[in-house]
């Protein structure tokens, strides 16, 4: 079906997909940098990267990279977002990567509850239920060791809840221009890794300095579908299709180093799909019902 044909509900979700994407490259990459560099060190770089294409972009897009209203929305999703970036980074140097997507595969629950109060949508019992088994999923999936239960794993949570308020916040932006939502965002990032990676900073080698500048652009892209996702869809409608990066983890997984997906994690991952799937084909009902002629229904 051609993207103009597209239902907004329905376009959202693409977004989000390749969003979630470009999430578990970024998660690969980064925890392969975090066993030589400080978090700092990485947020500043990485910020180097994303802003370069950002520059472009905002020329060809003809939009104010830094230019938003509601400053003080803006200022507190950028703290939300920093915060869930230097949270997965730091959380990554001490646990293994599943117990990180764990703690952060909870976020799509803290967004469906969110959704309600801070966003007024209606969180039915369908969107609940999806996210609930999605989650199930993860944990078939992960079945987290007992590092998840240490002090780190402290970082790692606050930083799914940071990322769930920006997450919730970014809808609420909805209606200002992608280009300076994530512009502020990384700026935001960048400030903090220049105020941290001094206190830590090796000199990375040529290849290492390209992977980190390739790191911002992944992340850059990875958050500009999600910001245009949340602009056309809702949260709690999106929140499920998080789950989807452990999908893309098992792939990238086999692909690049040959890791062969246990029982478990095939179990997971179908109960994940089939959330999914499920939210998916619910909505396009949905779609099509609402598209019916008063007299039709």
Request: glycine residues 10%; charged residues 10%.
């Amino acid at each position: 079906m051609p993207f103009s044909r597209l239902s907004a509900a329905s376009a959202g979700i693409a977004f989000y997909l390749t969003g979630v994407f470009f999430f578990a490259v970024n998660d690969a990459l980064g925890k392969w940098l975090m066993a030589d560099y400080s978090v700092g060190q990485l947020l500043l770089l990485r910020s180097t990267g994303a802003v370069v294409v950002l520059v472009v972009l905002g020329w060809r897009e003809r939009a104010g990279i830094f230019h938003a209203d509601q400053i003080g929305l803006n200022l507190l999703r950028v703290a939300c977002m920093a915060g869930d970036t230097f949270a997965f980074y730091y959380a990554t140097k001490a646990l293994p990567l599943a117990d990180v997507m764990t703690f952060y595969m909870a976020a799509p629950l803290i967004v469906t509850a969110l959704s309600g109060p801070l966003l007024g949508e209606q969180v039915g019992a369908a969107r609940w239920g999806a996210v609930l088994v999605g989650f199930g999923g993860v944990l078939v999936a992960l079945h987290p060791t007992s590092a998840a239960f240490s002090p780190s794993a402290l970082i790692a949570l606050f930083g799914a809840v940071m990322f769930a308020f920006g997450v919730t916040i970014t809808r609420q932006l909805r209606a200002t221009h992608w280009l300076p939502l994530v512009s502020w965002q990384f700026a935001g990032a960048g400030l903090v890794g220049a105020a941290t990676s001094p206190f830590a900073w090796v000199h990375p080698s040529l290849f290492d300095l390209g992977l980190m500048f390739l790191v911002g652009i992944v992340a850059m892209l990875c958050f500009t579908c999600i910001t245009r996702a949340l602009a056309l869809a809702p949260a709690s409608l999106l929140a499920p299709f998080q789950y989807s990066a452990l999908v893309w983890a098992v792939i990238l997984g086999f692909l690049v180093w040959g890791d062969i997906p246990t029982p478990a994690i095939a179990i997971g991952n179908a109960i994940i799909i089939g959330s999914g799937l499920f939210v998916f084909y619910s909505e396009q009902g949905r779609a099509r019902a609402a598209a019916l002629p008063a007299d039709a229904k």
